[in-house]
């Protein structure tokens, strides 16, 4: 009768083990299931947020930098004849305050933002306005103080001149020249100035296969 008793208490602490064993198995496969579901998760959320910023990135890579006091001027409008649909950030020079050369430390200079976003671009097109048979003070201001930061952080970059006016044609040489002169000590490569719409569309086929 003893024995009998053993056996069956024996045997009911068996099955409350393998009871507690299946149990426990049953719970850590629930666990490595949901921590798998949320590492998938948060991949899939890495990838998309790193393909979002990827997009903020390169919408960046066309500057255009508009040195006339008007944001939407005619200079502004040759800026888009130019682009066409590629995706560009225009930045108006007006819009900035960038002091004369040897004024930097007063308060409120932007040239370092204006500078970091030409940093950040693949292709810088400049438009500036004919004033006085010359390039616009705001376009003169930045390029001189660009001498200010020869560390060749603007290597490689394509470098489009936009000149806009009724009668260019003295002022091309000049500015043209200037413009050369500085992408050439910036190691940039200067691509080419335009001022008609011929010379624009030619232009744009230069820089469409640059911002591929």
Do not use: C
């Not at 409350?16 to 049953?26: N, P």
């Not at 671009?121 to 006085?132: E, F, L, M, R």
């Not at 201001?141 to 044609?169: A, C, F, W």
């Not at 000049?174 to 691509?191: A, D, G, K, L």
Request: aromatic residues 8%; without cysteine.
């Amino acid at each position: 009768m003893k024995r009998k008793i053993f056996f069956s208490a024996f045997f009911i602490i068996i099955l409350a083990i393998a009871g507690l064993v299946i149990w426990r198995t049953y719970q850590l496969r629930q666990i490595s299931m949901r921590e798998s579901s949320e590492s998938a998760s948060n991949n899939t959320s890495s990838v998309q947020k790193t393909s979002k910023d990827s997009t903020i990135s390169n919408s960046g890579t066309q500057l255009f930098i508009n040195a006339s006091q008007n944001k939407d001027g005619n200079t502004a409008t040759l800026g888009k004849e130019l682009l066409g649909d590629i995706q560009y950030e225009q930045l108006n020079l007006a819009d900035y305050h960038i002091h004369q050369i040897g004024q930097s430390s007063v308060d409120k200079d932007q040239f370092d933002t204006v500078f970091r976003k030409m940093q950040d671009a693949k292709n810088i097109i400049i438009g500036t306005p004919v004033y006085w048979s010359d390039m616009s003070g705001y376009l003169k201001t930045l390029l001189d103080r660009m001498g200010e930061h020869e560390d060749g952080s603007l290597r490689g970059k394509n470098v489009y001149l936009l000149i806009q006016g009724s009668d260019p044609s003295d002022a091309i040489r000049p500015i043209t020249h200037v413009v050369e002169h500085i992408s050439n000590t910036f190691q940039m490569n200067f691509i080419g100035e335009a001022t008609t719409d011929e010379q624009v569309s030619n232009l744009h086929d230069k820089l469409f296969q640059n911002s591929r």
